[in-house]
């Protein structure tokens, strides 16, 4: 078993920059990949941007250019580093874990963002 905690979303004004940060535990060996999602009122949940044990990124589109995942493989941890934010980057923001043989999907409880003057 793997345990996500979120940490780091709030209240921004628009053009502000916030940082998530997202700690795993437990059976932490096993994981190969993690991800940010958000879910806004009304909405999808979709995906934000996603690291590989390796390092490779992938970002969904609406973010690209603003937000950075990164992650720390010494402290289980990944980040998500946002810029330039607008109001339509309100969501709960999910971290979520992958890996392990077969594989299995881990979700953290979720941050609330939101972005208003």
């Known amino acids: 078993q793997v345990q996500l905690a979120e940490s780091g979303g709030g209240l921004v004004q628009p053009g502000g920059s916030l940082r998530l940060s997202c700690a795993a535990s437990?059976?932490?060996?096993?994981?190969?990949?993690m991800a940010w999602y958000r879910q806004a009122p009304g909405k999808q949940r979709e995906l934000v941007a996603a690291i590989t044990s390796g390092g490779n990124t992938n970002y969904g589109d609406s973010v690209k250019g603003r937000f950075t995942i990164s992650r720390d493989n010494a402290k289980n941890t990944v980040f998500l580093q946002m810029n330039s934010l607008k109001p339509e980057d309100t969501a709960v923001y999910y971290c979520?874990?992958?890996?392990?043989?077969?594989?299995?999907?881990?979700w953290g409880r979720g941050t609330q963002v939101t972005v208003s003057s």
């Open positions: 979520k874990a992958w890996g392990g043989v077969p594989v299995r999907e881990y």
């Open positions: 437990g059976s932490v060996f096993s994981i190969n990949g």
